[in-house]
Each structure stands twice: as C-alpha cells, then as structure tokens.
C-alpha cells in the first residue's frame, strides 16, 4: 500500500495556549489520507471549543470524542479502538510536528513493510527555539538505540491489536509501557535518521514536574517484561531488550527523577523516601529478570552500537548496586547533588 491512511491520535486535556499550532501542524502536512482524532479528557478550559471549531471546518479530517477527564492514557486507549487508518501516530496537544513529518514515516512503512517506524525529535522551547535534538544513529534502516517516548514513531494498527498494547490507566509516563511492548514483539522496526516532531518544553508538561512514586505503572511496566521475555519473537534482540529496560530503569531513576532536564531546579525538592520507593521496586525486578546483565554485549564500551558511553557506564553502574540489593546507597550519594 503505497498511500496508507494514518491516524493520527491527541489527547486533550486543558491546553488551550498550545492546541491551535499543533492541530495547524497536522492541517499543513504534505501527506493527505490522515485522519485525526482528538479525544477531549475533559478539559474545563477553552480546549473543547477549539476543537469544536476544527472539526466543523474540517468535518471530514478531523473527529472529536469527548469523555470525563480520565487521563491521558484512558483518552489515547479510548481513540486506538476507533481509528481506521492502517496506521497510527500519536502526538501530544502541545507538540507539533513539521510538514513532511507523517509523509516521511508512512512512506518507510509502506515501502519496507513495518509495524514501526521511529525517527527523532527535537525539544523545543516555547518561541520555537531548538534545545535539543534527539537522533538515532541509522544504518540501513537499523539501530541499537531505543527510546520509550511516544515522539517520531509510527505503528501498524493491526500490530498493536494483535498484541493489544495499550496505555496503564490511571498512572504517569505511560509512553514507556506501550513502546517497551512495541520495539520488541516484532522485528519488522524502521529508524530514520531524521526529525519532524518538535516536543515543547514547559513548565506544566509532565515531565516539568515532581514524580510521585504512586503514580508510575511499575505493575505495567513488570507486565511488559514479561510479556517480551516470555514471547520471545523471532529475529528480536533479547540481549538489547535487557539493555533497553536497564537503561531505562537508570535514566528514570538518576536522571529523571533527580532533576529536571531543560528547566530550572531551583525551586525542585527531592524526597528521599520517593527515590527510595522507585528504587527498592527497580532492584527488585532487576534482581527478578535481569541476573545475566554482566554478559551482555551492549555494555561493551567498545561495541559500536551508537549508544553513548556515559549511557553504558550508568547502567554498569546501576546494574553493580542492584544486583548486589544496594541500590538504596547508590541513590543516597546520587542524591546529594
């Protein structure tokens, strides 16, 4: 199919400042079989109104589904079970993305037959400014690198029914489940080394604030796990797979959780006991899911693979303390600075 049709999903919840551009930025791309579905999670600001005007103008591009403010996840599983498109992408309703972006994904998934496509992203400030870019070093079609963020990606619909991977409901960085599942039940992934989806940086996004350990889908995120492990499909890197999650599971606590990246942290207080939580539940599955770490051959700091050498040396790093049940140390003497 070489003119796929896409469906592009965002969910809206009370971002009325940022929703016009976003939405002009599907409007404006140079692919035209789209169809977008913005899911109103019971916004109480002039969002829903703003939709409403886009699909009166657009009726047949745009459709909109309101629902009682559930979060994110609950908007974006609401959407997956009515989208038509042989595709789907998702975007943030205060993101936006450039004007070839969906032409450029669609094309590399009809042309070598994907259930995914990734491409980067840039971290935008708020007047546009580009302060970071996020890539994926590509070669053929190939990389050793994942991100479990929802930015530059692209699905095969059927892909994502089959294995029925959706959002956890009701909790945060919910992104990480779905593409933890993603990348690794199929070995048909595209890269691209390119980037289209601008991320805007700002202070009310969720990644601006505090993380309460209560509201992170570690029940999920142990589900996901599993699910790979025990699947074990033909032609996916298991070894990058253990990779992937102890990467994950060092950027989420070190990083993530420690300190705000691209804003300020003046006014940022950790709390100890929040860092001690997500940590005793990161060693456990560690402990439980990952013993033969020390072998794999994506923490060769030699091994080419494009991922960073400060990445590999933090889950080296990581992986020592919480295998050896000692991760609460290391976040004690991270923690101080």
């Not at 591009?61 to 997956?80: C, D, E, M, V, Y």
Request: charged share 30%; proline share 2%; net charge neutral.
């Amino acid at each position: 199919m070489s003119n796929p049709k896409v469906s592009i999903i965002i969910a809206v919840y009370n971002t009325e400042r940022y929703l016009r551009k976003c939405i002009e930025s599907v409007l404006s791309q140079d692919y035209d079989n789209i169809e977008l579905m913005l899911v109103d999670d019971g916004s109480t600001d002039g969002s829903s109104a703003i939709m409403d005007e886009y699909v009166e103008r657009f009726p047949d591009r745009i459709i909109k589904i309101t629902k009682p403010n559930g979060g994110q996840a609950s908007a974006r599983n609401l959407a997956l079970q009515k989208i038509t498109g042989e595709y789907l992408t998702f975007m943030d309703s205060d993101d936006y993305i450039e004007a070839d972006y969906i032409k450029r994904l669609a094309t590399a998934a009809s042309d070598h037959d994907c259930d995914m496509v990734c491409s980067g992203q840039y971290k935008v400030s708020e007047d546009g400014r580009i302060i970071d870019t996020i890539s994926y070093k590509v070669t053929d079609g190939r990389s050793f690198q994942r991100r479990l963020n929802i930015a530059g990606k692209l699905y095969r619909t059927s892909y994502v029914r089959k294995w029925n991977i959706s959002f956890p409901e009701g909790k945060l960085y919910e992104d990480n489940s779905f593409n933890l599942l993603a990348f690794f039940l199929s070995s048909k992934i595209w890269f691209l080394d390119y980037q289209g989806y601008n991320q805007v940086v700002h202070e009310g996004s969720t990644t601006a604030k505090l993380i309460d350990h209560k509201k992170l889908p570690f029940e999920n995120w142990e589900y996901c796990i599993r699910t790979v492990k025990e699947n074990a499909v033909e032609g996916v890197d298991m070894e990058l797979f253990d990779f992937t999650v102890m990467s994950f599971f060092t950027y989420f606590l070190i990083i993530r959780n420690r300190k705000r990246e691209y804003l300020p942290n003046e006014d940022r207080q950790n709390s100890m006991d929040n860092a001690y939580a997500i940590s005793d539940q990161f060693e456990r599955m560690t402990c439980e899911f990952f013993g033969g770490l020390k072998k794999n051959r994506y923490l060769k700091l030699t091994s080419g693979d494009g991922n960073p050498l400060k990445q590999k040396l933090g889950v080296r790093v990581f992986y020592s303390y919480a295998s050896k049940k000692k991760l609460r140390k290391l976040v004690k003497m991270l923690y101080r600075f």
